[in-house]
């Protein structure tokens, strides 16, 4: 099993920036790809960002240029550089991970957006 630890979340003004860090730990023999959801309230989850062991990233286009995802396979750790935040960006940040095609969800980081 994997679990995965998010932190970093926190108010930031808009135009800020904040870095996400998430943490996987438990048995991990090799995650294929760990990246970033997000759901606000009354809202659908969606994919943030994602990022493969070999680097392959992928962005929601709400987030093209603004944040970037990084990952240390040695620590099995994936981060999220936000930057130009915007109070849209509100939302709780769930990490996520795939590992021999099961999915595993961290508990969530709130980021809030607001002057």
């Known amino acids: 099993q994997v679990q995965l630890v998010e932190s970093g979340g926190r108010l930031v003004q808009p135009g800020g920036s904040l870095r996400l860090s998430c943490a996987a730990s438990?048995?991990?023999?090799?995650?294929?790809?760990m990246g970033w959801y997000r759901q606000a309230p009354g809202k659908q989850r969606e994919l943030v960002s994602a990022?493969?062991?070999?680097?392959?990233?992928n962005y929601a286009d709400s987030v093209k240029c603004r944040f970037t995802i990084s990952r240390d396979n040695a620590k099995n750790t994936v981060y999220l550089q936000m930057n130009s935040l915007k109070p849209e960006d509100t939302a709780v940040y769930y990490c996520?991970?795939?590992?021999?095609?099961?999915?595993?969800w961290g508990q969530g980081t709130q980021v809030t957006v607001s002057s």
């Open positions: 990022i493969t062991s070999r680097g392959s990233t």
């Open positions: 996520h991970a795939i590992q021999w095609n099961m999915d595993y």
């Open positions: 438990g048995t991990i023999f090799a995650i294929n790809s």
